[in-house]
T-cell receptor, first 117, second 114 residues
Framework: GAVVSQHPSWVICKSGTSVKIECRSL??????MFWYRQFPKQSLMLMAT?????????EQGVEKDKFLINHASLTLSTLTVTSAHPEDSSFYIC?????????????FGPGTRLTVL | AQKITQTQPGMFVQEKEAVTLDCTYD???????LFWYKQPSSGEMIFLIY??????QNATEGRYSLNFQKARKSANLVISASQLGDSAMYFC???????????FGTGTSLTVIP
């Protein structure tokens, strides 16, 4: 099956620093990648949709200047949390989709647990 | 607008019994896809089963089956012969044809009792 990797799997940083999370599709080209945020015992909240070579589309209420997304190639998307604060602590999950058909399921990365001190 | 509703925040089932997890949806798209994912405590999202809106038959994948009732806009997941390893969060999701996004329900926490 298709594999999506995410790095790092967990990170602890000081308030005010920036953190970059990578999402890679290892054995397929992803036309679209999604970035989600998940709080404990809650559902996935879509943050942004990332298409290769174009600007990401952010969901309402998500600060694009704080959560920078770069989809540099068909296999790599990065999420940078700039000037992180404790309220940014969360579980961040990316997913990649190989096509636009309705059947094209999204393949999820294993997630990154961010803790901001 | 797309909306997915899971009304069961938590469910318990005896090992080896069957359990049904409810999911209803709302969409104006003429065609759409419905997905179920499992999320164990490790956090990874595991794809379980897919149902297309025009599929005539209910989807099945091993012990998982999807009870699709289009007129009622429901897509319930049935897990047969529950196992202890089935204990996890389960999310219903939908993808329409007017956008690329997936819409998730709030999830159901399933606990299998030995």
């Amino acid at each position: 099956g298709a594999v999506v990797s995410q790095h790092p799997s967990w990170v602890i940083c000081k308030s005010g620093t920036s953190v970059k999370i990578e999402c890679r599709s290892l054995d397929f080209q992803a036309t679209t990648m999604f970035w989600y945020r998940q709080f404990p015992k809650q559902s996935l909240m879509l943050m942004a949709t990332s298409n290769e070579g174009s600007k990401a589309t952010y969901e309402q209420g998500v600060e694009k200047d704080k959560f920078l997304i770069n989809h540099a190639s068909l296999t790599l998307s990065t999420l940078t949390v700039t000037s992180a604060h404790p309220e940014d602590s969360s579980f961040y999950i990316c997913s990649a989709v190989p096509g636009t058909g309705l059947y094209n399921e999204q393949f999820f990365g294993p997630g990154t647990r961010l803790t901001v001190l | 607008a797309q909306k997915i509703t899971q009304t069961q925040p938590g469910m318990f089932v005896q090992e080896k019994e069957a359990v049904t997890l409810d999911c209803t949806y709302d969409t104006s798209d003429p065609s759409y896809g419905l997905f179920w994912y499992k999320q164990p405590s490790s956090g990874e999202m595991i794809f379980l089963i897919y149902q297309g809106s025009y599929d005539q038959q209910n989807a099945t994948e091993g012990r998982y089956s999807l009870n699709f009732q289009k007129a009622r806009k429901s897509a319930n997941l049935v897990i047969s012969a529950s196992q202890l390893g089935d204990s996890a969060m389960y999310f219903c999701a939908m993808r329409g044809n007017t956008g690329n996004q997936f819409y998730f329900g709030t999830g159901t926490s399933l606990t299998v009792i030995p």
